[in-house]
């Protein structure tokens, strides 16, 4: 099982751009990098996923090193509402070994 | 609202009672997950179904009896649990396991169970 390790909190204003770093030392040749948005008192929304290489949506983007041993996602111009914890997931292709890291709380202040 | 609700919201109890959570997916989904959160701690899979068979039991007690009668409902029987297990007990669905022949599964959450044993 790929491990991973997150900054536990990041603080940042409104219309900043963030960058949360998730390390994967471990990262199997199978393992697919997705990335969770937690609120209080809710579940995990699902944000992005890549494999390697660069991925963007709507919500975010994606930064994946040639080595795959990090991720960064990145959270152009946050708002208050950005406020949760964010979980960088690393898991295999077979569905199984998904396993959620420590995640990093976000603070957006104004 | 996620597709995926759970019941109830809140639960309180004692170690020797005996209760259930309930989950229940409008999504059409196959696969459905058991996973609980601590405080401080990262979320913990506990269960997986797909196709209501169960495929994964991560070293869970067997005071947690889950059980999946079709492929929209999925529950957590309690029974005897110890104060350590107050966590909130969160419940996902997929359209198949995580990654079928290298597609990506999203997984939607439900709110959430917040129990506490006393």
């Known amino acids: 099982l790929a491990k991973t390790t997150q900054p536990i909190s990041m603080d940042s204003y409104e219309g900043q751009e963030v960058n949360i770093t998730c390390s994967h030392n471990?990262?199997?040749?199978?393992?697919?990098i997705t990335w969770y948005q937690q609120f209080p008192s809710q579940g995990p929304r699902f944000i992005i996923q890549?494999?390697?290489t660069k991925v963007t949506n709507e919500v975010a983007s994606l930064f994946i090193p040639a080595d795959r041993k990090s991720s960064t996602l990145s959270l152009p111009r946050v708002s208050l509402s950005d406020t949760a914890v964010y979980y960088c997931?690393?898991?295999?292709?077979?569905?199984?070994?998904?396993?959620f890291g420590p995640g990093t709380r976000l603070s957006v202040l104004p | 609202e996620t597709g995926v609700t759970q019941t109830p919201r809140h639960l309180v109890m004692g170690m020797t009672n005996k209760k259930s959570l309930k989950c229940e997916q409008h999504l059409g989904h196959n696969a459905m997950y058991w996973y609980k959160q601590s405080a401080k701690k990262p979320l913990e899979l506990m269960f997986v179904y797909n196709f209501k068979e169960q495929t994964e039991n991560n070293s869970v007690p067997s005071r947690f009896s889950p059980e999946c009668p079709n492929s929209s409902h999925l529950f957590l029987h309690l029974h005897t649990l110890q104060p350590e297990d107050s966590a909130l007990y969160l419940c996902?669905?997929?359209?198949?396991?995580?990654?079928?022949?290298?597609?990506?599964?999203?997984?939607?959450f439900g709110p959430g169970t917040r129990l506490t044993v006393l």
């Open positions: 890549g494999y390697k």
């Open positions: 996902a669905s997929s359209q198949d396991s995580l990654f079928t022949r290298g597609v990506y599964n999203e997984q939607f």
């Open positions: 471990n990262i199997a040749t199978n393992d697919y």
């Open positions: 997931l690393v898991g295999d292709d077979y569905g199984q070994n998904f396993v």
